[in-house]
């Protein structure tokens, strides 16, 4: 998967780096060969959205499951977001604390986002000297007490100074005003939770986030996208010049409210997943490039948080994806013949952008970092949780057929998958 498309090509790897792209029977005698026949070469998948939880909440999912199941998975870099690990990543210390937890135990590329909460918008600058390479905020309630949601006010101080240090936004986007309280007991109802949730929480968020761009035109990047109303409205604000963009997630790419059983809360996220009608929207806006990218939101906990009795409102809001995500993608992709560029441009080349990362990864080309995937578009296989490298297995995915089975990962030229 070259920069101009799909084609035979042999791809030269020297310390770490792709030397060349060449012939694909253009190979030195010397060389030491590893022949993919006739599955995909791929920029490893570059996922932005991921949630690591260490330290803190380790027993949630830590960096030696994590990126064990991304390279399982054929993600070559992972962005840890800054929240559900103790302490969160709203400081340098917090950052400090990530990587020193990381030390020695990760086996793909980690990266970091910072975090944005009410009364630390002077740390930010330092989060950017020191490599974070975004930032995030919520505007409703996170999950986790230690990671408050930001108001109006509070961006509008951030906003001149993201706009000057250059790095995007993510937003987690759901206008708080615009939820709605479950019933007073719970409910094992997943039309219960959905209603709790509507599209409008995020299309307001979106609106409030634009109209504040149009004053401090930040970059803005709104993360898990859920319903089609609110790509109309970054469509028309990116039509008028704002530097808006998003992405969504392989489970409302899958999923569906009207197949989702009461009491299945492997399929809680926020915001939640949506009727198919919605579904097919977002498709056909990653199809027309109205999407940016895709990321996991890959958001574990323990199983027993996850399940609560079935109730929608007490379990944990979250879906852990990270190994499944290109399979996913690709399982809804190939049956609405979408071309494999267009995944590379979503899960890899996009998202590059987004990181900043793309004079050096997500693209198969003399110079890029030998970060790859080798994978076979036409197999299949059935999602076993109990093969998941996660560090819970609990899925909404288990029993799943899905489209694409990953054969080995290579980042920086060593084969870290299978290890
Ligand atoms: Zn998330």
């Known amino acids: 998967m070259t920069p101009a498309g799909l084609r035979p090509a042999s791809v030269h790897i020297a310390s770490s780096r792709i030397d060349a792209v060449a012939a694909w029977d253009e190979v030195p005698s010397d060389a030491n060969l590893v022949d993919a026949g006739t599955d995909v070469v791929m920029p490893g998948v570059i996922d932005t959205h991921v949630h690591v939880n260490e330290p803190g909440r380790t027993e949630w999912e830590g960096f030696h499951s994590a990126t064990r199941a991304a390279a399982a998975g054929g993600v070559t870099t992972i962005l840890d977001m800054p929240l559900n690990s103790i302490p969160a990543t709203t400081n340098v210390a917090g950052l400090d604390a990530k990587r020193e937890a990381a030390h020695g135990q990760t086996v793909v590329n980690v990266e970091y986002i910072g975090g944005v909460v009410p009364g630390n918008v002077r740390e930010l600058e330092a989060l950017a000297d020191a490599g974070v390479r975004a930032f995030k905020c919520f505007l409703a309630p996170s999950g986790v007490d230690e990671f408050a949601n930001v108001s ?31 019933p007073q007991n719970g409910s094992r109802a997943y039309e219960d939770y959905l209603a709790s949730r509507p599209a409008a929480a995020e299309r307001s968020a979106i609106k409030m986030l634009i109209d504040l761009m149009e004053e401090y035109p930040a970059r803005v990047h709104i993360v898990h996208v859920s319903s089609a109303e609110s790509i109309e409205i970054i469509r028309a604000a990116r039509a008028r010049g704002l530097p808006i963009t998003v992405e969504t997630c392989p489970h409302y790419l899958t999923f569906a409210a009207e197949e989702i059983p009461d009491g299945a809360t492997e399929y809680k996220c926020a915001p939640p997943i949506r009727d198919i009608e919605e579904r097919d929207a977002l498709w056909a806006a990653l199809l027309d490039g109205s999407i940016d990218c895709i990321a996991s939101d890959h958001s574990p906990c323990p199983p027993s948080m996850k399940e609560s009795d079935g109730d929608f409102f007490a379990a944990w809001g979250g879906i852990a994806s990270l190994q499944l995500s290109l399979a996913a993608v690709w399982t809804g992709a190939r049956v609405r013949e979408a071309k494999l560029e267009q995944m590379a441009e979503w899960m890899c080349t996009g998202t590059a952008r987004l990181a900043g990362l793309s004079t050096t990864k997500g693209r198969i080309a003399s110079g890029y970092d030998a970060d790859i995937v080798v994978w076979n578009p036409d197999l299949s296989f059935v999602v076993d949780p109990q093969k998941l490298l996660h560090r819970h297995h609990v899925t909404p995915y288990a029993g799943r057929t899905l489209y694409g089975v990953v054969r080995s990962t290579f980042v920086a030229g060593e084969q870290i998958f299978p290890g």
Do not use: S
Not at 153 to 160: I, M
């Open 152 to 182: 109006e006010n509070d961006l509008r101080t951030a906003f001149p100074i993201l706009r000057r240090l250059g790095l995007p936004l993510m937003v987690h986007a759901e206008d708080p005003r615009e939820l709605r309280p479950g």
